[in-house]
T-cell receptor, first 112, second 114 residues
Framework: ELKVEQNPLFLSMQEGKNYTIYCNYS?????LYWYRQDPGKSLESLFV?????AVKQEGRLMASLDTKARLSTLHITAAVHDLSATYFC????????????FGKGTSLLVTP | SAVISQKPSRDICQRGTSLTIQCQVD?????MFWYRQQPGQSLTLIAT?????????ESGFVIDKFPISRPNLTFSTLTVSNMSPEDSSIYLC???????????FGPGTRLTVL
């Protein structure tokens, strides 16, 4: 069974600071996704990572993938309040036909 | 990208009743899924909605409780049958993009069972 673990589950950080969210998964994966969810809203796709060493950046967010370590990171640079949300990583298991296994999510609060 | 709509957006239902949730996509898609997000929790896959054949259910979910229809490549329904308060959740459909670039999620249906 594919397991996905995120940490931390809760993160309070000051504006302007940097931080990293970690996502570990237990078996080989075809794809790894990062999503953002605002309260009461659906999921917004942030990144899809396909191969070892993949790095993608959008604004203050950068995601990377190490398939050998089965680890993905979501790095936040110079946080701003608008980044406050819950961030999920999700992993597509081998042969799963695109079905996703989600981590528990990281609830991020950026304070002044 | 795919634009997904769901109906209803929310509902409050009585124990023992059933609710059918609709998912409509603005383009034909091959892969469509139904997920559940219990309050304050992550998402759990219920089933893969297969066009023209029976849905494929994940462990812990059964067809009698969550019957799914997929009559064509743009539409699916999920029924939550004989509801109990434990079924109170957000139910989301998702589809795989044209080039399998990502998965898109619908806005969700927030269900409360009293």
């Amino acid at each position: 069974e594919l397991k996905v673990e995120q940490n931390p589950l809760f993160l309070s950080m000051q504006e302007g600071k940097n931080y990293t969210i970690y996502c570990n998964y237990s078996t080989t994966s075809d794809r790894l996704y990062w999503y953002r969810q605002d309260p009461g809203k659906s999921l917004e796709s942030l990144f899809v990572l396909l191969s070892n060493g993949a790095v993608k950046q959008e604004g203050r967010l950068m995601a990377s993938l190490d398939t050998k370590a089965r680890l993905s990171t979501l790095h936040i640079t110079a946080a701003v309040h608008d980044l406050s949300a819950t961030y999920f990583c999700a992993v597509e298991g081998p042969g799963s036909g695109y079905a996703l296994n989600f981590g528990k999510g990281t609830s991020l609060l950026v304070t002044p | 990208s795919a634009v997904i709509s769901q109906k209803p957006s929310r509902d409050i239902c009585q124990r023992g009743t059933s609710l059918t949730i609709q998912c409509q996509v603005d383009s034909q898609v091959t892969m469509m899924f139904w997920y559940r997000q219990q309050p304050g929790q992550s998402l759990t896959l219920i089933a893969t909605a297969n066009q023209g054949s029976e849905a494929t259910y994940e462990s812990g979910f059964v067809i009698d409780k969550f019957p799914i229809s997929r009559p064509n490549l743009t539409f699916s329904t999920l029924t939550v049958s004989n509801m109990s308060p434990e079924d109170s959740s957000i139910y989301l459909c998702s589809v795989v993009g044209d080039f399998a670039d990502t998965q898109y999620f619908g806005p969700g249906t927030r269900l409360t069972v009293l």
